[in-house]
Nanobody, 115 residues
Framework: QVQLVESGGGLVQPGGSLRLSCVAS????????MTWYRQPPGKERELVAA????????NYADSVKGRFTISRDNFKNTLYLEMNSLKTEDTAAYYC????????WGQGTQVTVSS
């Protein structure tokens, strides 16, 4: 079955950096676009960044453009999100997502940006 396992979250000061990972299994990773979402406390889930199956095309929410970079390693079945210049408003639970015949989600990893 499809499994997505996120890691790399934590507590970081404003201006700091984190790298999130999402290890995928149960489907042919290299055939599907992948997406990072986040859900801030008390708010709805929102799209952060997306990447095409081969990794040649990416898209970002305006709020993270220039600070976050999505990438993937199709040999390792792993999706990444490099987050730099973190702000307090980036605090959220971060989820990776794949849409095969339906949406699949990981369990999420918490990112807290606070001084």
């Amino acid at each position: 079955q499809v499994q997505l396992v996120e890691s790399g979250g934590g507590l970081v000061q404003p201006g700091g950096s984190l790298r999130l990972s999402c290890v995928a299994s149960g489907f042919t990773f290299s055939r599907y676009a992948m997406t990072w979402y986040r859900q801030p406390p008390g708010k709805e889930r929102e799209l952060v960044a997306a990447i095409s199956a081969a990794g040649g095309s990416t898209n970002y929410a305006d709020s993270v453009k220039g600070r976050f970079t999505i990438s993937r390693d199709n040999f390792k079945n792993t999706l990444y999100l490099e987050m730099n210049s973190l702000k307090t408003e980036d605090t959220a639970a971060y989820y990776c997502n794949v849409r095969t015949w339906r949406d699949y989600w990981g369990q999420g990893t918490q990112v807290t940006v606070s001084s």
